[in-house]
C-alpha cells in the first residue's frame, strides 16, 4: 500500500487494523503489531457508545515492556472519528478502555 507524493515519489505505508470493530464491554488490549516504520497515523472510528471510552496506543522495544506513545485521543462520549499521529518503536499496540457503557469501536491506519 502507498501513496504519490505531492513531488511525484511513491510514499510506500503498511495498513493495519490494532482494533477490529466491535461492541465492547469491558477494556480491550490489541496484539502488538511489529512494524519497521517509525511512524504511524491511526484513526479511532466509535460508531456507537452509550458511556465513555478511553482508547491509547502503546509502543515497546520488545513487545513486553509498554509505554504511551504520545497523547491519547480524546476521551469518547458518542459515535465519532479523530485521527492522530504517533511516534513507534518496535510494536504497538491499542488499548480501549470502557470507563462506561459498551462501545463499539475500532482502531486502524498505517506505518510510514
Given at each position: 500500500m502507498g501513496y504519490q507524493?505531492?513531488?511525484?515519489?511513491?510514499?510506500?505505508?503498511?495498513?493495519?487494523?490494532?482494533?477490529?470493530?466491535?461492541?465492547?464491554?469491558v477494556t480491550t488490549t490489541g496484539t502488538g503489531y511489529e512494524t519497521d516504520r517509525g511512524t504511524c497515523s491511526l484513526t479511532l472510528d466509535v460508531t456507537a457508545c452509550t458511556g465513555t471510552l478511553d482508547v491509547t496506543i502503546e509502543t515497546s522495544v520488545d513487545n513486553a515492556t509498554w509505554r504511551s506513545a504520545g497523547t491519547a485521543f480524546t476521551q469518547a462520549t458518542?459515535?465519532?472519528?479523530?485521527?492522530?499521529s504517533f511516534t513507534c518503536?518496535?510494536?504497538?499496540?491499542?488499548?480501549?478502555?470502557?470507563?462506561?457503557?459498551?462501545?463499539?469501536?475500532?482502531?486502524?491506519?498505517?506505518f510510514r
Open positions: 507524493m505531492g513531488t511525484g515519489v511513491f510514499a510506500d505505508t503498511d495498513a493495519v487494523t490494532l482494533i477490529a470493530s466491535a461492541a465492547y464491554t458518542g459515535v465519532t472519528s479523530a485521527r492522530r518503536d518496535r510494536f504497538v499496540r491499542a488499548v480501549g478502555t470502557i470507563v462506561t457503557g459498551p462501545a463499539t469501536f475500532s482502531v486502524s491506519g498505517e
